[in-house]
Every structure is written in C-alpha cells, then in structure tokens.
Nanobody, 114 residues
Framework: QLQASGGGLVQAGGSLRLSCAAS????????MGWYRQAPGKQRELVAG???????NYADSVKGRFTISRDNAKNTVYLQMNSLKPEDSADYYC??????????WGQGTQVTVSS
C-alpha cells in the first residue's frame, strides 16, 4: 500500500528527494520513516518522524538529510543533500500505526557515483 519514488543515479555531492505515499486509506499513522539496505548489509534506520513532527536521524546522515511528512496526504519525504557513495542503497519507507502495525514500501534504489 506504500508507493516509494524518487530514487536514481546521482553524482557525489548531489541531491535527491524521495517520496512515499499510501495508495489506500491508512488511519492513525504514528511514525513514518525511511530505512535503507545496501548489498550484504542489514537494513538500517535512516530517519523517522512522528505525528507530532519529532524527527530522528542516523548519525551518518545528520545535517545532510531531512525528513518531512504531509499528514493530509499520508506522504513522507526524504530530502537527501551532499550525497556520498556510501549512501547508495535500496531505500524503504515505513509507516507505523498507533496500533503497532507496520507497512512497508517496495523500495527505491539510490546510487551515488564517486
């Protein structure tokens, strides 16, 4: 039910903006987040944002990435600036409801060339 978009190929230092929208109705979304998984590595949290607007970021992206959400559209965004080759991964969005149910997007690939 989550559709992620915005990935692609970019040179180091460039920017991308990821979007993730719910295709159906999902009520009581508490936390929206982005995770990423590089080949051979575990999936890791990149950034999260609560319904109140509180954000948290992985140390590796602080100061470069910004997460935001549009509650009316059930959409979450990830603005990624100053991209590095080590940011290359498949990025997944995640919605966590107040009832504890987690929805996952299909993943969008980000490739940063050096």
């Amino acid at each position: 039910q989550l559709q992620a978009s915005g990935g692609g190929l970019v040179q180091a230092g460039g920017s991308l903006r990821l979007s993730c929208a719910a295709s159906g109705s999902i009520s009581r979304i508490n936390v929206m987040g982005w995770y990423r998984q590089a080949p051979g590595k575990q999936r890791e949290l990149v950034a999260g944002i609560t319904s109140a607007g509180r954000t948290n970021y992985a140390d590796s992206v602080k100061g470069r990435f910004t997460i935001s959400r549009d509650n009316a559209k059930n959409t979450v965004y990830l603005q990624m600036n100053s991209l590095k080759p080590e940011d290359s991964a498949d990025y997944y969005c995640n919605f966590l409801t107040g009832g504890g149910y987690a929805y996952w997007g299909q993943g969008t690939q980000v490739t940063v060339s050096s």
